[in-house]
């Protein structure tokens, strides 16, 4: 029996399911070939895509980031959960 019910299977899914999603995340998509056409709508459309895939990748780093924060404080609770369950033994 542990101390704090700390459930070390269903963490580590969760945080695999985070990585796994963070993974599946497409933010390689550079732009799209010009074909001679001139259009500032269309230079425009570019340059916003070429900013939200930009903000995509900042996103998917801070996610990463996020879920290796997660896997620390999941294996300092597990940690946690065996020396309290051996301090009361």
Known sequence: MRSINYDNLVFLEAVGSLQTTTDNMDV????????????AVFDAYLEGY???????ELYQDLLYKDI???GAVGFEMLKK??????LWK
């Open 28 to 39: 390689t998509s550079i732009s799209w070939e010009t074909m001679g056409e001139q259009s």
């Open 50 to 56: 070429k900013q939200l895939r930009l903000i995509m």
């Open 68 to 70: 290796s924060a997660l």
């Open 81 to 86: 959960d065996f020396e309290l369950t051996n």
